[in-house]
């Protein structure tokens, strides 16, 4: 039977369903990790203290800088390669644009099990054509990249992930756009429509247990001019 969301009563206590999914490792944070190394010293790192949606790099000597983002939805991907490989080029180039950048290109790291498997064939051939469809509408050419099959165990492959890297280009290090809250007071935004869509969601996953459902609601063209317009 096909997965409805409208099955899956609103919890009662939302804030308790809130501290359980930022407690997932795949939503929790990651600092732990990244104050483990220096990521100042000698790097040009303009994220630090004011972090964005991409992490900016000084370009020195040129009033420059440059966005990087690596991006991927792995269940997304499972739900639709084809959708799920666009929404990750989709998410890169946000990730840009909503930190001041224009999106220039793309690498890729593109994990998958064993392709004698069909069903990971068919994985792999309609994620490379969603992310180079998504690449071409966003104008972000892929210049490498990299495919690796056969990450699987006894218990299969692993779910297929078509990691997006992507570059963009902040012509002044003052277009940068950061994270923090500005001014006390300050009117915050929702741009573009907002659709009640949990598929493919780490709650449904993680805290109703269902494993199946499909990718979320995704338009390329919708995307495109969303970002068109974040960049004005």
């Given at each position: 039977m096909a997965f409805d969301a409208r099955s899956i009563d609103v919890?009662?206590?939302?804030?308790?369903?809130?501290?359980?999914?930022?407690?997932?490792?795949?939503?929790?944070?990651?600092?732990?990790?990244?104050?483990?190394?220096?990521?100042?010293?000698?790097?040009?790192?303009?994220?630090?203290?004011?972090?964005?949606?991409?992490?900016?790099?000084?370009?020195?000597?040129?009033?420059?800088?440059?966005?990087?983002?690596?991006?991927?939805?792995s269940r997304y991907v499972f739900a639709d390669p084809y959708q799920g490989a666009m929404i990750a080029v989709a998410e890169a180039a946000r990730n840009i644009v909503c930190s001041g950048g224009q999106p220039l290109g793309v690498t890729n790291c593109l994990n998958f099990g064993n392709p004698y498997d069909p069903e990971v064939y068919y994985q792999f051939v309609?994620?490379?054509?969603?992310?180079?469809?998504?690449?071409?509408?966003?104008?972000?050419?892929?210049?490498?990249?990299?495919?690796?099959f056969y990450n699987q165990g006894p218990d299969g492959p692993v779910y297929p992930t078509?990691?997006?890297?992507?570059?963009?280009?902040?012509?002044?290090?003052?277009?940068?756009?950061?994270?923090?809250?500005?001014?006390?007071?300050?009117?915050?935004?929702?741009?573009g429509e907002s659709s009640a869509d949990i598929n493919s969601s780490e709650y449904l996953h993680k805290i109703r247990g269902i494993e199946y459902s499909p990718a979320p609601h995704f338009d390329i063209e919708e995307e495109?001019?969303?970002?068109?317009?974040?960049?004005e």
């Open positions: 919890p009662d206590d939302l804030k308790t369903v809130a501290e359980q999914i930022i407690s997932i490792p795949n939503i929790a944070s990651k600092k732990w990790i990244s104050v483990q190394y220096d990521s100042t010293v000698g790097a040009a790192n303009a994220s630090t203290n004011a972090p964005s949606d991409a992490a900016i790099v000084l370009a020195l000597g040129t009033g420059k800088a440059v966005a990087m983002t690596t991006d991927c939805n309609h994620a490379i054509r969603g992310m180079g469809d998504a690449c071409r509408k966003f104008d972000t050419p892929v210049t490498g990249g990299n495919v690796s078509p990691t997006i890297g992507m570059v963009g280009l902040l012509d002044s290090i003052d277009d940068r756009m950061t994270l923090d809250f500005k001014e006390a007071g300050d009117i915050i935004f929702l741009l495109f001019r969303l970002q068109q317009k974040l960049c």
